[in-house]
């Protein structure tokens, strides 16, 4: 091969280093603080005894095909009825990720004449699958919901004809907040349009018996509801609810569901158990809320930081640079931290997330403000 061919390559990687954007990988070292585990549930021992108990009655480990194919398997089905009843949605469609899922949605749902309008903050699997799409896109102000409003009415004024699809996540990623999604709702109504909630880092923490954020919002025949398996739920994979005539077509009609291999059979077995775990076992939740509240008010005491209400609290540092200092500061101290820098934020917002799970104390959370409170007064 001609090395040459390379240099454009190189030449962008140099650039990403130049910035201090450069990503590489690094195994686990030190406590907790940066994994989606936030129920703990990923090594849990009823976990293991399901995936046990599925390969004792001979649960496949692998699929073998699409689901269209011969990898459909009966514990994809069970999961999908079982995590429909539970979600309380007509429908659940198991696919590999919450990537994968939002994919599959945004390429194929809105059609050429409709109107996507999303949240600035949204996940980047969103933005996938709008590039992907043949509607029209538009990105709104974070949490503004007359944002919303006003682009659904332009877009009329202008002519458009279709439906509007207004895509949130119920909990943001990276900042910890909330969306209002009883209020965007209001707006999808009016406009007789779909609403799209992304409730990855709610499932299993937030609504009744860990249902999420959008829990009120449920059997509503013009909301779509991702739950992602690989968060609070310890496992792999994501749950689709939405409406069965919506769930047909993504079947016939989505490339993605179409042409991939089906999940692990073993692993939606994991994921029926899980959704019993978070049923049986409420006080993970309670024990959560109380480490997320200690944590936060650790950070507002010693570095000011505001408390998001939620597990995920974000200390803001701005410079590329510094954050992955700090970082490194820490995980040389023991804890487990990760500077987050765009383009997955916003220029300027280089940040450390700091996440909280039930695989953590209040002891170690105390040390690791201290110590967090240490490394950035070093600069």
């Not at 009966?74 to 659940?92: D, G, I, N, S």
């Not at 600035?120 to 503004?144: M, W, Y």
């Amino acid at each position: 091969m001609n090395l040459s061919a390379l240099a454009p390559f190189e030449t962008m990687l140099a650039g990403l280093e130049r910035k201090s954007r450069l990503r590489t990988l690094a195994s686990r070292q030190g406590i907790d603080f940066t994994s989606n585990d936030y129920l703990g549930l990923a090594n849990a021992p009823r976990l293991k005894a399901a995936i046990s108990a599925a390969i004792d009655r001979s649960v496949p480990v692998g699929s073998g095909g699409s689901r269209l194919l011969r990898g459909n398997h009966a514990e994809h089905e069970a999961l999908e009825a079982e995590a429909a009843a539970f979600f309380r949605v007509e429908k659940a469609l198991y696919f590999g990720s919450g990537f994968a899922a939002n994919v599959a949605l945004f390429s194929s749902l809105p059609q050429r004449i409709d109107l996507i309008v999303h949240d600035a903050l949204i996940h980047a699997s969103v933005h996938d699958g709008i590039a992907a799409s043949k509607a029209q896109a538009v990105a709104v102000p974070h949490n503004d919901v007359d944002a919303f409003d006003q682009a659904i009415r332009r877009w009329r004024h202008a002519g458009g004809k279709g439906r509007p699809w207004i895509a949130v996540e119920s909990l943001y990623s990276m900042d910890g907040d909330r969306a209002p999604v009883l209020a965007l709702a209001g707006v999808a109504d009016r406009h007789e349009g779909f609403l799209v909630i992304d409730e990855a880092h709610a499932t299993g923490v937030f609504g009744p018996d860990g249902r999420g954020l959008a829990s009120a919002l449920e059997r509503r025949g013009n909301v779509l509801v991702l739950h992602t398996c690989g968060k609070a739920l310890g496992v792999s994979g994501a749950l689709l609810g939405l409406p069965s005539t919506l769930a047909e077509y993504l079947i016939n009609r989505s490339r993605n569901f179409i042409y991939s291999t089906a999940p692990s059979p073993l692993m939606a077995a994991a994921v029926r158990e899980t959704l019993r775990i978070i049923v049986d076992e409420p006080e993970r939740r309670a024990r959560l809320e109380d480490l997320r509240n200690f944590a936060a008010g650790h950070l507002q005491f010693l570095l000011g930081v505001r408390s998001t209400g939620s597990q995920i609290l974000p200390v803001m540092i701005g410079d590329n640079a510094r954050s992955l200092r700090i970082a490194e500061r820490m995980r040389a101290n023991g804890f487990d931290m990760r500077a987050i820098r765009p383009p997955t934020v916003p220029d300027g917002t280089a940040r450390l997330r700091i996440s909280i799970t039930l695989n953590v104390t209040e002891d170690e959370i105390a040390e690791m403000v201290q110590t967090l409170a240490i490394a950035m007064g070093g600069g």
